[in-house]
C-alpha cells in the first residue's frame, strides 16, 4: 500500500515576500507527517503532527497567529476525520488553545459527540489537560487594527458585507491549514484548521469544522478545503469529490470538477487538496496563491506556492 499526504496553508493572496516562508513551512510540516507515515504510523497521526506544525507557526491562520474577529480576539475552528468507522471530532469558537486540531481529536476519540463548540469546547479542552494559552501574535493585533480601522473607510455602511470586502482587497482573507493522508494500511485521514475570516462577526463559523464540507475521509479519498467558507459549506465540497471518485471519476477530475463547480456557482475563491486510497495526492485552486507540499511512496517532499 502506497502512503502519501498533502497539506496546504490556505487559499488567498499572500504578501510579497512571504512566499518562500509559507513554502518552507509546509514543506517542514509534511516532513513530520513523512517520518509517521513512513515508520508505519497512522494517517490520523500524521495529519495530526502536520497540522500541528502548522498551527504553531504563526505566519499561517490556525492555532498561533490566528486572525481576529471583529471584535479582536480569536475563535478557533478544527476538524480531523478518519476513514475507519468514519470517526469524526470537531471544535468550533475555541478561544486560548494552543493546538486545536488535538482538542478535536478529543472529541472523537474520549466522547460520543461529533462537535463541540464555544464555551463548552473551551471547557472540555481544560478537562482534556490543554492549558491556558494565548493565540494573539503582535503582528495580527496590528494587523486587526489597521483593517479594523479602514472597514468603514473601504465599505462605509456595508462593513459587514463581507463578500465585497474580500472581493475588493483579498489580502484581507484569512487562511486554514490542512492535511490529507493515506497510510500503510489503506486507512486514510484528514485535518484542518483555522482562525477564519478576519474581521469576522463574533460567533461566526465557516466550512472547517463540518465534515463533508472543509474536511472529509471516506474509503476513497480523504480532502481539506481552504477559501471563502461559506461557499465550501453550502456545497458540501469535500463530501462531493468522495462521491465523485465512488462514481468512478479519477481523483484530478473529481477535484477539478468540484472546484469548477464552486467557481460557476458562487465566483468563490477557494482551494482544495485531497489524496485517494492509491496514495495519489492532488491540490488545485481558484486563487492566486495556495502554498503546499506533498509526497508519495517513497518520494521526497515537494512544496510549492501555486498548483
Known sequence: MTVALIAHGGAG??????????????????????????????ALDAVCATVVVLEDNPIYNAGTGAVLNFDGFCELDACVMESREARVGSVSGLQRVK????????????????????DGAQRFARVMGFGDHDPVTPDRRADWHDKRNRVDEV???????????????????????????????????????????????VGRVGDSPFPGAGNYASR?????????????????????????????????????????????????????IAVDSAGTPYAAHRTRDMPHAWFAGAGNVVAKMRA
Do not use: C
Open 220 to 272: 476513497h479519498i480523504a480532502a481539506s478545503a481552504t477559501g471563502t467558507g461559506e461557499y465550501v459549506l453550502r456545497s458540501l465540497a469535500t463530501r462531493v469529490i468522495s462521491e465523485k471518485v465512488e462514481q468512478g471519476a479519477t481523483l484530478s477530475q473529481a477535484v477539478q470538477a468540484v472546484l469548477d463547480q464552486l467557481g460557476r456557482d458562487f465566483d468563490a475563491d477557494v482551494g482544495l
Open 13 to 42: 493572496k499572500w504578501r510579497p515576500g512571504s512566499d518562500e516562508d509559507a513554502v518552507n513551512g509546509l514543506s517542514d510540516a509534511v516532513g513530520k507527517g513523512r517520518e509517521i507515515l513512513m515508520g508505519g504510523g497512522s
Open 99 to 118: 493546538n486545536p486540531i488535538l482538542v478535536a481529536r478529543k472529541v472523537m476519540e474520549e466522547t460520543d459527540h461529533v462537535m463541540l463548540t464555544g
Open 155 to 201: 465599505l462605509g455602511k456595508h462593513a459587514l458585507k463581507m463578500r465585497r470586502f474580500l472581493k475588493e482587497h483579498p489580502e484581507y482573507a484569512g487562511g486554514t491549514v490542512g492535511a490529507a493522508a493515506v497510510d500503510s494500511h489503506g486507512i486514510l485521514a484528514a485535518a484542518t484548521s483555522t482562525g477564519g475570516v478576519t474581521l469576522k462577526l
